[in-house]
């Protein structure tokens, strides 16, 4: 028996969300502020789990942006604003390990990983450092 999804289906509230609806999504402060929004997720392959996100912000018109990898675990969603939020000061922000486009980063790094989990003082998805 093939499984079909309808509309109806897909418009119930659940803790599930592919990952095409996440990307774009708005990341906001605690006070509704806007950062800026999730590029992509990076995927542990293996375990499955989110290891962190990309988070675009700065720039104008989507030109020039910084991209910053967030541990998914310091976001939360927020049903209301209908958006991550991220208790985050503009600081933390401005000092956080981030990079352009235009520059390389290398995604399977693991000391790369671990040094931003201790940035945002967050225990990776695989255990302790």
Known sequence: ????????VMMKPHSLIASDRIEGTAVRRPNGERIG????????K??????YAILS???FLGLGSNLLPLP??????DRKL???????SEEELRSAPSFTEKREFDWGDRS????L???????PYWGEF
């Open 1 to 8: 028996m093939e499984a079909t999804m309808t509309p109806d």
């Open 37 to 44: 929004h999730i590029e992509r997720l990076m995927i542990d």
């Open 46 to 51: 293996i375990s499955g789990k989110v290891s």
């Open 57 to 59: 912000f700065g720039g």
């Open 72 to 77: 998914w675990a310091r976001l939360t969603f």
């Open 82 to 88: 209908d958006a991550y939020q991220l208790d985050i």
């Open 112 to 115: 790369q990983e671990e040094a």
């Open 117 to 123: 989990h201790r940035h945002y003082g967050v225990a």
